[in-house]
């Protein structure tokens, strides 16, 4: 019997990227960070914000607020949507959870034809997650030095994600789950001040918990892998700063990080290193307009461009074809949803709210709406086809088209965009940035407290103890 060990072929021999990634974390400065890469980051963190306060109503957020009120622990940081602090790993767990619990954080770039577009990581979360629950746990730190530790997650984050081979993600792994974890972890050696061993044991840690499979994407638990990344970076670095050991090289090798989850990485890319060009500036950073998976976005503004010129009614519609690759047909894999969940992977329901309410946002992505005899029914009309052609274009853009046909025998058809509606090459402006954070908060937050929200994000460099300010935003209610 022969065992293939594709580990060892595809792991370059002699590979430095653990070292590469604590040097990094050891020595950024404040003024290593480029001006662009500032104002993506407070973009990104007017996202995050607005993200945590519409995940804390899921129901999800309830279980896990209630089951860590009830294990209890020191009084590190305070726990989302209540007056409670507890332990900052569980805070992590729950905050981060709740920044994924509407897939609609942010989503990293690649340019590289070899992995599919859109699964990578979703990079945001992690690291601001953790950010800002040690910011709590280890305050005051100041705004400058917080927003050091969240571009050096979000940079760790974004570039193990990219040079890994795409085996990881198309055997089933959850990047945001996995890689993110790293992210976690270096924020908070950041803020903590880890280095030398302790540092690098504490990456061997953080990629020994690292973890997320795909098949519970549509679930609770698809967002738990994200609050479980920053959970377990956090964890990570305690444990290191104790002086828990772990291998100093665990990135690398052929039983490291990046052969035995990825199947190994792409040498030609190592020589980006980390910092020397900043990923949240290129290839970029896309935040989304819509809360579910990436891959159905140009799509859905597809079907909001035909129904919106032709002012197609609901009624209207016999049926609605989406023809377009496995790139999204695998991963969008619900045909009919039945909650807000699984809608997030359903071009059928995406489409579905389009038709029916010319638009998707946090109302339409719930129970209630998804769950409501229209929906039910209009899905049903709804189909997805493989596109031979589509296909055969490959995997570097997300490609689809429609063709909706009317009661009345007509057809209307179209291609969307490449140049996808919050990507970089097509990015959302400030003020929808904004408009999305308020939405986010709609319900759950006052008109004045979401303007504080806003203006201490956007003000985050100017703060003198960013752990507090940022929870008193998130607790405000």
Not at 16 to 25: L, R
Not at 99 to 128: E, F, K, M, N, R
Not at 255 to 279: D, I, P, R, Y
Not at 453 to 462: F, M, N, P, Q, R
């Amino acid at each position: 019997m022969s065992v293939t060990l594709n580990a060892f072929a595809n792991m370059p021999e002699g590979t430095t990227i653990t070292e590469q990634a604590a040097q990094f974390v050891e020595t950024v400065r404040f003024e290593d960070i480029p001006k662009d890469a500032l104002h993506i980051g407070k973009r990104c963190i007017v996202d995050g914000l607005g993200l945590y306060v519409a995940g804390a109503e899921e129901h999800s957020l309830e279980i896990l607020i209630a089951e860590a009120q009830a294990m209890g622990g020191r009084e590190d940081a305070n726990l989302i949507s209540t007056s409670d602090k507890v332990p900052a790993p569980m805070a992590a767990r729950v905050l981060g959870t709740a920044g994924h619990a509407h897939d609609w954080d942010d989503s990293q770039v690649s340019i590289d034809p070899a992995h599919i577009y859109g699964l990578l990581t979703h990079p945001t979360i992690p690291p601001l997650t953790a950010s800002i629950i040690m910011a709590q746990a280890r305050g005051p730190v100041a705004g400058k030095d917080f927003m050091l530790a969240f571009q050096t997650g979000f940079e760790v984050e974004c570039k193990i994600s990219e040079w890994m081979l795409p085996q990881h993600y198309m055997s089933g792994m959850h990047s945001s789950g996995t890689v993110g974890t790293l992210g976690a972890f270096a924020s908070a050696a950041k803020t903590m001040g880890l280095s030398g061993d302790k540092l690098r044991a504490g990456f061997g840690i953080a990629a020994s918990l690292a973890a997320g499979i795909r098949c519970n994407f549509g679930t609770m638990t698809k967002p738990l892998h994200v609050g479980r990344a920053a959970e377990n970076g956090i964890t990570a670095a305690l444990l290191a700063e104790r002086g828990f050991t772990a291998d100093p090289q665990a990135l690398d090798g052929p039983w490291g990080f990046m052969a035995v989850q990825g199947g190994g990485c792409s040498e030609e890319k190592l020589g980006q290193g980390f910092g020397k060009t900043w990923t949240i500036i290129e290839p970029g950073v896309s935040i989304k307009p819509y809360p579910c998976g990436v891959l159905t976005h140009p799509t859905i503004d597809l079907m909001l461009r035909l129904v919106t010129e032709a002012d197609i009614q609901a009624d209207d519609i016999e049926t609605v074809t989406v023809h377009a690759g496995t790139n999204i047909l695998k991963p969008i894999r619900y045909p009919i949803a039945a909650n807000h969940l699984q809608a997030k992977f359903s071009l059928p329901a995406a489409l579905s709210m389009i038709a029916l309410a010319r638009q998707a946002g946090k109302v339409e992505f719930s129970d209630a709406f998804v769950g409501s005899d229209a929906m039910q029914a209009m899905q049903r009309r709804m189909r997805t086809e493989l596109d031979p052609e589509i296909e055969a274009q490959g995997f570097d853009k997300m490609r689809s088209r429609i063709t909706i046909t009317l009661k009345d025998g007509k057809e209307v058809a179209g291609w969307a965009d490449e140049r996808y509606r919050g990507g970089p090459e097509n990015p959302l402006t400030d003020e929808e940035v904004e408009a999305k954070a308020r939405s986010c908060c709609a319900g759950v937050l006052s008109d004045a407290e979401q303007s504080t929200l806003l203006k201490t994000a956007w003000g985050v460099l100017d703060l003198e103890d960013a752990g507090t300010a940022f929870s008193g935003c998130l607790n405000a209610s």
